[in-house]
């Protein structure tokens, strides 16, 4: 922690997201395990699995080869998310940051950690990207590598449009910025909440066409069916 840092936190002590007590971090002990796990299944069928892998039904329909969700989008994830992307983002990025990292235990240290880029707008607009500040966080406590990889084309904007609408948005919507690093490497894709999945098989697909053996995903939050209004 830095001086600056440290003054900061004597003259405004974090309260905690979930419960308002006050703590020297974003969440309390509590609260963390207060927040519903999500079992390893494979996150297009939803059947359970080994190590979040997708199940050989869905193979052939995904890039992926495993998908793993920390905790179920409800109440206090879904606040945390918010908060991440408005609020104190470094603070929060690290607390949703440590749960990742200890659910993605089982995951080699020799994998690339690669945040999935937030549509550049967004990103304009509150001056970071908070998947990239999971990926480096993530890395740090695994030690492991991370990269950013990946670009948006445009400014994608998923919010608001009909299904067919986004998936044409996101047909090739990203590139790779380095696509030496992606060849023969074992990637991990970090975002924060898994929807219906199809941003996590976009930057799947243009990985793997620059030669990436294996890609899977990490992901703080899953919800079963999540308004797009919600991730404003
Ligand atoms: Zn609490
Ligand atoms: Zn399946």
């Known amino acids: 922690m830095s001086i600056v840092e440290a003054i900061i936190q004597i003259v405004a002590p974090f309260t905690c997201i979930g419960c308002g007590a006050e703590e020297d971090r974003k969440l309390c002990e509590a609260c963390t395990e207060s927040l519903t796990p999500v079992s390893s299944r494979c996150y ?55 749960i990742m990292a200890q659910t993605a235990r089982h995951i080699s240290q020799e994998v690339l950690y690669v945040p999935v880029p937030t549509a550049t707008s967004r990103v304009r607009k509150r001056g970071y990207d908070h998947a990239m500040l999971l990926a480096r966080e993530i890395a740090r406590l695994q030690n492991a590598s991370w990269a950013p990889l990946l670009r948006r084309h445009g400014q994608t904007r998923q919010v608001g449009a009909t299904k067919l609408e986004r998936a044409k948005q996101l047909k090739g919507a990203f590139r790779v910025i380095h696509p030496e ?49 919600e991730l404003l």
């Open 44 to 98: 297009r069928c939803g059947r359970a699995s080994d190590m979040s892998q997708t199940c050989a039904a869905c193979q052939p329909s995904t890039l992926l080869e495993a998908v793993t969700a920390c905790v179920e989008y409800a109440d206090l994830s879904k606040q945390l998310v918010r908060d991440m992307k408005y609020e104190r983002a470094q603070a929060v990025s690290k607390e949703i940051a440590m």
């Open 181 to 229: 690093k992606a060849t023969d490497c074992h990637i991990v894709l970090v975002d924060d909440v898994l929807t219906t999945g199809s941003t996590l098989e976009s930057a799947a697909q243009v990985l793997r066409a620059y030669g990436a053996t294996r890609v899977d995903a990490l992901v703080f939050a899953q919800g079963s069916r999540i308004l797009s209004s």
